[in-house]
């Protein structure tokens, strides 16, 4: 009875809520990149039925999207996309807020910072120019007030963020490069304070405030590229995981996100789709592609009652699937639970800025009490004391250092984004400029994960085409690398023959006047004995069967990346789980010396622990499921966007494209990135050494610290923009 | 003398109109996509109503 009731007030009430509350999906869109796009995806979401608004977001790669409730779905949006040539894919969890608000209060900190910083600046130059000539004292007094007016509310207001985390630290026994900034900062502005209130010239709000904008700053650009990171990942995995067609109760079909499945739907999988979901199979017979979950090229037989895995292609016959949860007992869930493992190793990894602070603090803090002490004990008044030990502080504070490592990675990021890389873990670049050794899996990173036309040359050109044509009929991979063979050979389109029958886990037959036409398994085609391998046979009529012998090739540039890691002094390794002579071949076309066969996922992982043992660091290249502990284990990790998602998740960079060439590209970014960063601290670091002694001696007037400052900041951000517009390597 | 008195509250309001215009531009999402703004610029006709008038309403 209540039900009831309550169901019927939610249908009455549920159209005046419609209109005041349109529904909001966002999707990411993955070949959107040029500025026409922006009108064609935007024009092409307005034209499906209840869509009220649709914006393009060129930079995110991302499409919001207001529709009337209930009218317009995901799927609506996606195939209508589709339709206009944009691959599209809901977002698996947006937290718009969370994501960007955090960017938006640094950058309304720093906006604030910026303009307190040039008004502050504006009087402070005055006082320095005038105390040369014949200022009125009592105008100089003036402008520190001013000063003052500004300075107060920016520095309670700007300085937020640090206050926040010195006291988080402190709170926990700990000191961070927070402190000594809070410390500098408030110290400085207490004092400037009280000197205005003296009627002195030792004011240093010029100097506070200017600090203050640049850690800003840099903190902003950290922050920016760790929301642009996170974004690109969510975009890649949404793009991954894709649609899957729910089979409702009444028997219908629907399409709906594949994240939003829940134990116990039920799928429907045609033949050429990947499985969206790990699961059982509760009908359909056939073979499926596990190459993402295994390493192992060859189609393996399914039936009823097996378990599949997300990302497992299907390849013959319609599979209907059971969405199950990850139970204990599935392939899947060794594979967390080794994953949760080897994490750990990763996370106590520091930042190179995080080592530089732990050295750092300490002794900007000994620096300043020293100069306090030192000066009190020779005889100076507290003032003079707290005023030169403030110098200390502000000369030493970090400004150069919390700028140039963020500077150096937005630079490097933004230079790997050209190149199709996107980088996923913000200090992925510091651990991958620490690699020495390259360890490969092999299907789907070294190879490109598809079977190819083995001999191509061999087949003549009719033969050829009359094989494509009954192929293009099938999304069987084998029968389309045929039809990719005989495209390239020929400039003529492929004629699709008609009439053609596909029966899954044997061939595709066509029925003609003079005979028929069979392609498929040598059985299929009535041949005896196979030569073993993957392949398919052809026959016509009466005629002699021809064999078509099909491999997983390595990636065109794979030997010549291979060659140049070696030349610049990588160790290089071939893990697989895939057969031994598979592997074998592999390793011997990119002619790799270490190579391990039949690895499974542990194995992987304790190969790696070895080779960690040994004291190298490794930079693990993986696409399977089965890589994924071993990229989380590794000590830096890159993956192909074509990669199971939970491969993507783990690893630290993902590329694009058909090319094994990032790998090159990252390593070198991450060295430059390193060794730019690296210069950026000597220049902090030789600034302090000169500035120091002066300032403990006293001699550092805010005139001088100010210039000091800022000048060490710029150097170190023009010495970071060199990597982003520097040379190719 | 008499011409700082009102030549310091004028550079002040003049950096505060600038401030205020930039935390506007913020808060009105107009740094959501800077290389989208670019090309939007070099569109005749406005796609729809949210893009005439900015992504305000937005979330």
């Known amino acids: ?729 | 003398m008499t011409a700082l008195a009102w030549l310091i509250p004028a550079a002040l309001l003049l950096g505060a109109i600038g401030l205020l215009a930039f935390l506007w531009a913020l808060r009105s999402g107009q740094f959501e996509d800077l290389e989208g703004a670019a090309y939007r610029a070099l569109e005749d006709e406005p796609l729809n109503d949210e893009a005439r008038s900015g992504p305000r309403d937005h979330r």
């Open chain 1, 1 to 729: 009875m209540t039900a009831h009731v309550l169901s019927g007030r939610g249908a009455t009430t549920a159209g005046a809520l419609d209109r005041a509350m349109p529904q909001r999906f966002t999707l990411a869109v993955e070949n959107m990149r040029c500025g026409g796009c922006i009108r064609s995806v935007e024009r092409a979401a307005m034209g499906v039925p209840g869509v009220i608004s649709a914006r393009a977001n060129l930079s995110a790669k991302r499409l919001d999207v207001a529709v009337e409730q209930g009218s317009a779905s995901e799927a609506d949006l996606i195939a209508a996309l589709a339709r206009a040539g944009f691959a599209a894919a809901p977002i698996e969890t947006v937290e718009p807020d969370a994501e960007t608000a955090r960017e938006k209060y640094l950058l309304r900190r720093v906006a604030i910072a910026g303009f307190a910083a040039m008004n502050i600046m504006l009087l402070s130059v005055s006082v320095w120019a005038g105390s040369a000539g014949d200022m009125d004292p009592s105008l100089a007094g003036l402008f520190s007030w001013l000063s003052a007016l500004i300075a107060l509310p920016t520095v309670a207001y700007a300085g937020q963020p640090f206050y926040a985390s010195a006291l988080g630290a402190l709170r926990a026994h700990r000191l961070n490069m927070d402190v000594p900034i809070s410390l500098a900062i408030l110290l400085a502005t207490g004092m400037s304070l009280y000197q205005t209130v003296q009627g002195n010239d030792q004011v240093y709000f010029d100097a506070a405030v200017t600090l203050l904008f640049f850690l800003l700053l840099g903190r902003f650009l950290d922050e920016r590229l760790r929301v642009r990171a996170r974004s690109e990942a969510q975009n890649l995995v949404s793009l991954q995981s894709g649609m899957a067609s729910l089979i409702e109760a009444n028997g219908g079909q629907r399409l709906v996100p594949a994240h939003a499945l829940l134990p116990g739907d039920r799928l429907l999988v045609a033949a050429g789709d990947r499985v969206p979901a790990d699961g059982v199979v509760l009908a359909g017979a056939g073979e499926i592609d596990q190459s993402l979950i295994t390493g192992e090229t060859d189609p393996a037989p399914i039936s009823p009652g097996q378990h599949v895995y997300a990302g497992t292609l299907n390849l013959a016959a319609v599979l209907t699937v059971e969405v199950t949860a990850a139970d204990s007992g599935t392939l899947l869930a060794e594979i967390g639970r080794l994953m949760a493992a080897a994490e750990q190793g990763r996370a106590r990894y520091r930042r190179l800025a995080d080592r530089a602070a732990q050295i750092y603090a300490p002794a900007v803090h000994g620096l300043g009490a020293a100069t306090f002490i030192g000066w009190l004990v020779i005889g100076a008044s507290w003032q003079t004391a707290l005023t030169y030990a403030i110098a200390v502080l502000i000369i030493t504070c970090p400004c150069a250092l919390a700028l140039a490592v963020p500077a150096v990675h937005i630079a490097a990021a933004s230079r790997l984004f050209r190149h199709g890389i996107v980088i996923k873990a913000t200090d992925g670049l510091e651990r991958a400029a620490e690699a020495d050794m390259v360890v490969f899996d092999k299907t789907g990173t070294l190879t490109l994960g598809r079977p190819q036309l083995l001999d191509e040359n061999q087949i003549p050109s009719e033969m050829l085409a009359a094989a494509a044509s009954l192929a293009a009929a099938s999304r069987h991979p084998y029968a389309q690398a045929i039809v990719a063979a005989a495209s390239r050979r020929s400039q003529d389109a492929i004629v699709v023959a008609g009439g053609v029958e596909e029966f899954p886990g044997s061939g595709l037959l066509r029925r003609l006047a003079a005979g028929e036409e069979r392609l498929g398994s040598a059985a299929w085609c009535g041949v005896d004995g196979s030569s073993g391998g993957s392949e398919v046979w052809y026959r016509r009529k009466r005629e002699a069967p021809i064999r078509f012998g099909l491999a997983d090739r390595v990636r065109n540039d794979a030997a010549e990346v291979v060659a140049s890691l070696k030349r610049r002094g990588y160790a290089v390794a071939l893990l697989s789980g895939d057969r031994s002579g598979a592997v074998e071949s592999a390793a011997r076309e990119t002619d790799i010396d270490t190579w391990l066969p039949e690895l499974t996922p542990a194995r992987k992982i304790d190969w790696l622990a070895a080779r960690e043992g040994e004291g190298r660091k490794v930079l693990m290249v993986g696409d399977g499921l089965n890589d994924a502990p071993a990229l989380a284990a590794a000590h830096a990790s890159l993956s192909p966007a074509s990669a199971a998602d939970i491969s993507q998740r783990a690893a630290d960079f993902v590329f694009q494209g058909q090319r094994l060439e990032p790998v090159l590209e990252v390593l070198s970014t991450a060295k430059r990135a390193r060794s730019l960063a690296l210069q950026n601290f000597g220049v902090a670091f030789c600034y302090n050494i000169v500035a120091v002694p002066f300032a403990m001696a006293g001699y550092v007037t805010p005139l001088i610290a100010a210039i000091v400052m800022s000048t060490s900041s710029i150097l170190v951000t023009l010495n970071a923009a060199r990597l982003a517009g520097g040379r190719d390597s």
